[in-house]
């Protein structure tokens, strides 16, 4: 049976939160206002909001299942304190922590768990994972009211992860008394959550009030009395907000980073919440065998011309850091983070040297033609601008790239179907910075999957052969040990296919007036601060450092 | 005049129901918003199920039957993101807009006509020239840069208006300005142009050969008959102001139908982005319309043309 104790990292949560605790925490005063570029659907029901508008301004008033790590990222205790699967793999079981309440007093129960689960995967939800949690989780079942059962149809090992609010939204939890009493209508108006912030007013395309609970909470008592969070679409003005102390805090792009850093202000940079990545698109296919881009060591050649110091430096502004292989990060489950580190560290070096050699071995001692689609996933526009230093570093090598600069709107519905427009090109991506892996390889190189990187179901070759039983077999081991072997070598199967090069991995930043807040520490992986204001503390309270 | 009217509101329907077709059909030619919606691992499982809750899985042109049949009824469909009926989210907004349009017209007026009576009067003269800059400078100089330049003076270096968003009367200062600033220019090169005309005509011969002073010439008699023109040129501008406040609303985050018209832009969503041009069309119709109707009033040879 495979154990999930999180015993140890509740404990280390506690004294990372207690470290970090401000002292006189028991006042609250003040308000601290946070500009933001975008609310998503500015929706207070969980069920109608992704991913991003969780995580900013959600997570502010509702716990989630599985939380986080607060000290390195990942998953780690939420209202759940701890989780273990059953023997069998089938089962998971969450324990939650006593005490815990909602803001109009009712405690937080299994019942509210089941029910929460229940209308994510309902048909109203627009929840992102609605579907597949349909097909994966059976039953859900209360077992007392502090433990509650999770029965699903296949070993799922990536469920906590899959309900931790560090990979997805789907694990905010509910309050169902309320809501069956009040209907869902009434509860979208008048929401109430069981977070360190109680919900006090929406305004439309403009901004989200909240207030902070009088009574201690296990993420932190808020040090501030008051939360805004201000819907600023044009970063200069954020910017511009924090200067004159209209704002304390406003989220900015790389490319602000300097200007805000001149303009006084104090620049904070979350590591680890994004991979920008250059992969390979159709290189299995028949059409594309004769292309130079089909080989491995071509794709190998194109990365080691790319200087990513360069990039980090000049587009990033020194705030971004060397990658580790295809969607792993630091606090990736089961990986081995060390091994992969010193791995990457040699294999995306930059070598235009090795490079042009290895392109004149495989017949190319002049270049090749190649196709580049350049594009920035929503909130990472500063991907066009990595693209264009890559096809210019490609170029060096004597590439002849033909670039080709997308939307992403128009570029999207281009990876499915038969992704005529791709096939043989390549093209700038993103992964966002989630501890679990798995989900994200069978997203990119599952031959039923949308991006299918290594092949189809009718043309799966070697590698794609070895990802599919790799994949499998992680998906059913329960071992801890070999579960971290396994993923080890889906990652190595993907790095060596050279079809997915990461070039950097980002950060999230922020402007911050520190007269306005204290010092905080933003999560590791979490690009959004809806989890972190609790902890964010006045400046009276911790001064910045010098 | 019934006819004239009759046929402008006919016209006026085959136009909204082009716009309403166009809209339709161009909008999703953009993308789709599941896209956005769904994190880049999503599988095509997730994509099917949310594309069927969003009522985005049926053929287009069936789409775009049950959007007409809704639309003969009323109902421009709820918004994809924020879960609102697309004309109650329109409406909540637009009051921000006409917030902002009344002292932005204002200031339009108060500067551009003045500034026009002072260049016509000095025709060819320092003055005249000093007034061409200004409006070459108003009609050049993109709202963007201006909004976020006056953001910079006024708020960060000197602290004394608020950076944006709505708020009280200090918070409309520098949009209005932004907006106000290409209004300054419109409407000082039309007034100098209508003056010049105007200073030319037999009747100002008139008055002054009855020896009017000129001030009551240029004031009374000019001004009055050159702001034939201006008026007209007023109701094109509020037209603009309603559909053209985007940039301004974004760039001082101030949430009326512009930012609405950028946020289902960027979002995807076809409801609402439907509903905002068709409203915003309907709108400006009725301005143009209310605008055609006054003028062939005045000037009966436009209702005969």
């Known amino acids: 049976m495979l154990r999930q104790s999180a015993r140890a990292a509740t404990l280390a949560a506690a004294l990372v939160a207690f470290a970090v605790a401000p002292s006189g925490a028991q006042e609250q005063k003040g308000t601290l206002v946070f500009a933001v570029e975008s609310l998503g659907a500015q929706t207070l029901d969980p069920i109608l909001e992704g991913r991003p508008g969780n995580a900013v301004y959600q997570a502010a008033m509702y716990d989630s299942l599985v939380g986080f790590d607060l000290k390195k990222g990942g998953v780690g205790p939420g209202v759940a304190e701890r989780w273990e699967l059953s023997s069998d793999g089938l089962s998971w079981i969450f324990h939650l922590r006593p005490g815990q309440t909602f803001h109009n007093g009712d405690k ?45 149809s296949s070993p799922q090992l990536g469920l906590p992860a899959a309900l931790s609010r560090a990979v997805a939204p789907e694990g905010a939890i509910m309050p169902k008394a309320y809501i069956e009493k009040v209907g869902e209508e009434e509860f979208r108006k008048k929401p109430i959550g069981s977070g360190p912030w109680k919900f006090v007013r929406n305004v439309p395309g403009d901004r989200i009030e909240f207030t902070a609970v009088g009574t201690p909470h296990w993420r932190g008592r808020p040090s501030f009395k008051d939360l805004h969070l201000l819907l600023v679409p044009e970063e200069s003005t954020r910017v511009a907000m924090v200067r004159t102390g209209e704002a304390a805090i406003a989220s900015i792009g790389p490319e602000t980073m300097l200007s805000a850093s001149r303009g006084g202000l104090e620049v904070l940079s979350v590591p680890g919440t994004m991979q920008a990545i250059f992969q390979f698109w159709g290189v299995w296919r028949p059409e594309v065998k004769d292309q130079p881009i089909a080989k491995p060591r071509v794709r190998q050649a194109l990365s080691l011309a790319i200087d990513r110091k360069q990039v980090i430096d000049h587009v990033m502004n020194g705030k971004a850091a060397l990658p580790y292989p295809f969607a792993t990060f630091g606090y990736t489950d089961y990986f081995s983070a060390d091994r992969w580190e010193k791995w990457a560290a040699e294999a995306y070096r930059y070598d235009p040297v090795l490079a042009k050699k290895i392109l004149a071995e495989e017949g190319y001692p002049n270049g090749f033609e190649l196709k580049f689609a350049n594009t920035a996933l929503p909130g990472t526009q500063f991907m066009v601008d990595i693209g264009t230093a890559i096809a210019d570093m490609w170029t060096k090598v004597g590439i002849k790239v033909t670039l080709k600069h997308y939307e992403w709107g128009s570029f999207a519905p281009m990876e499915r179907g038969d992704q005529a427009g791709l096939v043989g090109w390549a093209s700038m991506y993103r992964t966002a910075g989630r ?49 971290t072997a396994l993923t080890d070598h889906m990652v190595e199967v993907a790095a060596d296919s050279w079809t997915v090069v990461p070039i950097l991995e980002g950060m999230g930043y922020y402007a911050v007036n520190k007269k306005k807040v204290g010092q905080f520490e933003p999560i590791p992986g979490r690009h959004e601060l809806g989890d972190v204001f609790e902890r964010i503390p006045r400046p009276d309270q911790q001064p910045w450092k010098k | 005049m019934k006819r004239y009217i009759a046929r402008r ?57 049950i959007f007409v049949g809704n639309a003969l009824h009323g109902d421009l469909g709820t918004s994809i993101r924020m879960k609102q009926p697309a004309v109650e989210a329109f409406f909540d907004r637009l009051p921000n807009t006409l917030a902002l349009i009344p002292w932005a017209i204002l200031l339009g007026m108060a500067l551009g006509i003045p500034l026009g009576v002072v260049a ?43 950076s944006g968003r709505m708020g009280g009367p200090a918070h409309y200062i520098l949009p209005v300005v932004t907006l106000g600033t290409f209004l300054v220019a419109g409407f000082m090169r039309i007034t100098r142009s209508a003056m010049l005309d105007v200073m030319d005509s037999e009747f100002v011969k008139l008055a002054r050969i009855k020896g009017l002073s000129e001030s009551v010439v240029i004031w009374k008699h000019c001004l009055r008959n050159a702001l034939i023109p201006v008026l007209t040129l007023w109701g094109v501008f509020v037209g603009n102001l309603i559909t053209g406040a985007i940039v301004t609303e974004t760039v001082f985050a101030w949430p009326g139908i512009g930012r609405l018209t950028y946020e289902a832009v960027i979002y995807r969503d076809f409801p609402l982005l439907q509903a905002v041009i068709i409203l915003k069309s309907i709108l400006i119709l009725g301005i143009n319309l209310g605008v055609d109707i006054l003028y062939a009033y005045v000037d009966p040879r436009i209702r005969l043309a």
């Open chain 1, 435 to 483: 501890p679990d892996a798995p989900w994200r390889y069978d997203g990119a190189f599952s031959p039923e999957s949308t991006q299918r990187l290594l092949g189809d179901k009718d043309n799966c070759q070697a590698a794609c052969q070895e990802f599919v039983k790799t994949y499998r077999a992680l998906l059913a081991e329960l071992d801890r040990g070999k579960r």
């Open chain 2, 120 to 162: 016509a009067l000095n025709r060819g003269g320092l003055l005249d020239r000093a007034a061409g800059t200004v409006a070459v400078l108003g009609v050049a100089m993109p709202s963007f840069w201006l909004g976020v330049l006056l953001i910079f003076v006024f708020s960060v270096e000197l602290g004394w208006v608020p």
């Open chain 2, 9 to 65: 509101l006919v016209q006026g329907v085959i136009l909204l129901a082009l716009v309403a077709t166009i809209v339709f059909f161009l909008g999703r030619l953009t993308g789709n918003p599941v896209d956005l919606m769904l994190p880049e691992d999503a599988t095509a499982e997730d994509r099917a199920a949310l594309t069927r809750t969003l009522g985005l899985d049926g053929p287009i042109f069936e789409q775009f039957a």
């Open chain 1, 108 to 152: 937080l129960t299994a019942e509210d768990v089941k029910f929460s689960l229940e209308r994510q995967m309902g048909p109203g939800s627009l929840a992102s994972a609605a579907a597949s949690m349909r097909r994966t989780i059976k039953s859900i079942e209360v077992v007392d009211e502090l433990t509650v059962r999770v029965n699903t």
